[in-house]
């Protein structure tokens, strides 16, 4: 097993696929194994479509499902180069809507932190729209305070791409960044180096929870609320499609569904 492991990272190296993607198929890999307790080359279609579906039975969301059959698709066809394999067909993906925080929210948020940095952590997410492993990764390098731009680097796609900061948090980042070397994290670990993205993540929650907002609403909801605020200011969809770093319009597209001026303008019989 750990053999096939080797040879799956070293080919999704070679493809120049995400650390992340590494490590979740290489995850799928040895949960297959764990499953059935016997080599994977020797699995049937209809083992494959057991596992999955006990997975299903678990409860998981259709895009870890989804995760699930690219990583299998990827092990029978590019590993064993099994052309009578079957490839699996991805389940139909849940249409949820974004869960947006309003403007006062966000400001009650933030008005609720009182450390420097992670205050900053929030306000930056939200004002460039970024992801929180995109914010762990920010270095001081990476922001322009003279021309309010932030450039993330290699993100989702390993694309990087340019996006905009506020004026209002300028002296506080100047703050932040005073003395420090341009190669530093912005938001390093009390130990130095980088921040986990769990703990990123627990201090919007503790925030949060301080704001006393109800929401389901996770890190990636300021990202979501970045979208949708834009788009209410009225800046073209595919402006915000380029902050955002999507690589198709459809995918930022969902956001005109949260925000839609017409429907809202729309009085209920009632």
Partial sequence: MADLINIIEQELKLRNYSPKTIKAYTFVARDLYEYFKKPLGTLSEQNIKKYLINKQDKKLSSQTISLYANAINFIFREI??????????????????????????????????????????IQVAYCAGLRVSEVVRLKIVDIDLEELTLVVRQGKG?????????????????????????????????????????????????????????????????????ATHLLENGVDVRYVQELLGHANIRTTQIYTKVTNPSLKNIKSPL
Avoid at 107 to 115: A, D, F, G, L, R
């Fill in 158 to 226: 390993k694309k990087d791409r340019l996006t905009i900061l506020s004026k209002n948090i300028i002296n506080d980042l100047k703050n932040l960044i005073i003395n420090r070397n341009n190669n530093d994290y912005l938001f390093e670990s009390n130990r130095g180096g980088k921040l986990t993205e769990m703990s990123i993540q627990k201090v919007f929650h503790n925030a949060l929870k301080k704001a006393g907002i109800k929401k389901p609403a996770s890190f990636h909801s300021l990202r979501h609320s970045f």
């Fill in 80 to 121: 064993y180069k099994k052309e009578d394999f079957v490839k699996i067909r991805h389940p139909k993906k849940s249409h949820k809507l974004p869960v947006v925080l309003l403007r006062g929210e966000i400001k009650e948020m933030i008005n609720c932190v009182s450390n420097l940095k992670h205050k900053l952590m």
